[in-house]
């Protein structure tokens, strides 16, 4: 559900747009208020997973999504609809974390990297289909049949969770409702200030004044601090939702960094390479969308091919050598910005499905695994959360390098830079977990 209706969305937009006669920043909305919402409350869905049981919490996320997009089908002005989607994105925040829960609860640990190899390769598949299943949904029925899609996936859901799902195992011990408060509001604020830097760099070159950058810097510092005020909130609670163990514990740290700077890397391209393909080569947006297809499919047909693979040999080479393989493809990328579209950006975005592929199912599986059962829930809402501020992050950072010469290729640049950094968080974080254990690692 949730990465369908993510990606099925955008084409509607057009006929949204003039059918609700919202304005352009209304329209934006519709975008932004679902990630505002599912970036500000990931890491809390996962941790209400944990307290209140992994099965119940994502079916519950399910009804609300289900409801949440009935709400979004019966919109009738762009003020509805920009608040229903904001319930989206809060429920999208449960359904996230406690499926991955879910699987670590499920599956033993030799078996997880296949298990989230399928979750990974559902999630590829389902956002590759989700612009051709929004088009010819809108074409056909109108921009409101694309929320019609999520009631009856709901529905199904939550009747394989009532059959199938194993005994919820509830952690007894009081949720941190202040601590969640606290760390929605900080997370909230980054996401905003970091969502809204392109906007600000478009202001600025149209010649409106430099407050908005104020703003900015305004909010996104009151949200550091509200990150650094629930540190110490969580050090003092007596029932903490993020337990001072998880900070302690380096290897899920040393992984959530290796995950922060590899979705910062692809987040560059992604954002720099439309722009490309439409303004400098002429191609259509359909013909666009096509050249991002051999990435999506290398995702959604081969990892769980490699999640299987990581279950036999372990994760390790895995995690060095899939953030090497997309800082090749970023170097390819920008070397062959001026070949044929076959050698300069097929080629490259291949070799970017595969290296994900390579590594999704692993460092997911190892995020999993580092951190008690009890945390699971947690563990998983954080790594979710940490990609979705990466992702946020690397598109501003794009949105400010663009516009200047060589922009293309410096953002692709700082890509494959963040991606090496990345094997080596990894490869460090990997040889500290084999020295700890007795053993080695030959890098």
């Known amino acids: 559900m949730a990465f369908i209706d993510a990606t099925a969305l955008p084409v509607a937009l057009p006929r949204l747009r003039a059918d609700l006669g919202a304005d352009l920043a209304s329209v934006q909305w519709v975008l932004n208020g679902y990630m505002l919402?599912?970036?500000?409350?990931?890491?809390?869905?996962?941790?209400?997973?944990?307290?209140?049981?992994?099965?119940?919490?994502?079916a519950l996320g399910c009804v609300l999504f289900g409801l949440a997009s009935a709400a979004c089908a019966l919109a009738p002005s762009s003020a509805w609809l920009i608040a229903a989607r904001v319930a989206q994105g809060a429920a999208a925040a449960i359904v996230t974390p406690a499926s991955l829960a879910l699987i670590g609860a499920t599956y033993p640990r030799a078996e997880r990297n296949r298990a989230?190899?399928?979750?990974?390769?559902?999630?590829?598949?389902?956002t590759a289909g989700g612009p051709v299943l929004g088009g010819w949904l809108t074409e056909t029925f109108g921009w409101?049949?694309?929320?019609?899609?999520?009631?009856?996936?709901?529905?199904?859901?939550?009747?394989?969770?009532?059959?199938?799902?194993?005994?919820?195992?509830?952690?007894?011990?009081?949720?941190?409702l202040v601590g969640a408060a606290i760390l929605a509001s900080a997370i909230g604020a980054l996401t905003w200030a970091l969502s809204q830097i392109g906007s600000a760099e478009a202001q600025a070159a149209s010649g409106i004044p430099a407050r908005s950058g104020t703003v900015l810097m305004t909010v996104a510092g009151l949200g550091t601090v509200g990150l650094a005020v629930y540190a110490l909130?969580?050090?003092?609670?007596?029932?903490?939702?993020?337990?001072?163990?998880?900070?302690?514990?380096?290897?899920?740290?040393?992984?959530?960094?290796?995950?922060?700077?590899?979705?910062?890397?692809?987040?560059?391209?992604?954002?720099?390479?439309?722009?490309?393909?439409?303004?400098r080569r002429a191609l259509s947006p359909t013909i666009a969308g096509l050249a991002f297809l051999p990435f999506t499919l290398g995702v959604?047909?081969?990892?769980?091919?490699?999640?299987?693979?990581?279950?036999?040999?372990?994760?390790?080479?895995?995690?060095?050598?899939g953030p090497i393989g997309a800082a090749l493809a970023y170097v390819w990328m920008a070397l062959g910005r001026e070949e044929p579209l076959m050698l300069g950006v097929i080629?490259?975005?291949?070799?970017?499905?595969?290296?994900?592929?390579?590594?999704?199912?692993?460092?997911?599986?190892?995020?999993?695994s580092s951190v008690d059962q009890a945390d699971e829930g947690l563990a998983s809402g954080i790594n979710n959360?940490?990609?979705?501020?990466?992702?946020?992050?690397?598109?501003?950072?794009?949105?400010?390098?663009?516009?200047?010469?060589?922009?293309?290729?410096?953002?692709?640049?700082v890509a494959a830079a963040t991606s090496t950094c990345g094997a080596l968080a990894a490869a460090m974080t990997l040889t500290r977990t084999a020295e700890k254990a007795g053993g080695s690692v030959e890098t």
């Open 300 to 321: 959604g047909l081969l990892s769980n091919v490699f999640g299987r693979l990581a279950d036999r040999i372990g994760a390790q080479a895995m995690l060095i050598m």
């Open 116 to 126: 989230i190899g399928l979750w990974a390769a559902a999630s590829a598949l389902t």
């Open 385 to 413: 959360a940490t990609s979705r501020i990466a992702q946020l992050a690397g598109a501003a950072l794009a949105a400010g390098i663009a516009p200047f010469a060589s922009g293309h290729e410096v953002g692709l640049a």
């Open 37 to 58: 919402a599912l970036a500000s409350l990931t890491l809390i869905g996962g941790a209400l997973a944990d307290v209140y049981g992994k099965a119940r919490m994502l």
């Open 347 to 368: 080629g490259p975005m291949a070799l970017l499905g595969l290296s994900f592929a390579v590594l999704v199912a692993p460092l997911t599986a190892s995020v999993m």
């Open 233 to 279: 909130w969580e050090r003092r609670s007596e029932h903490p939702m993020t337990p001072p163990r998880l900070a302690d514990n380096r290897v899920f740290l040393g992984l959530n960094v290796v995950t922060l700077l590899v979705y910062a890397g692809i987040s560059i391209m992604f954002f720099l390479l439309p722009f490309d393909l439409v303004d």
């Open 144 to 176: 409101s049949s694309v929320f019609w899609i999520n009631p009856p996936l709901a529905f199904v859901s939550v009747g394989l969770l009532l059959v199938f799902a194993p005994r919820d195992g509830r952690i007894h011990r009081r949720f941190d």
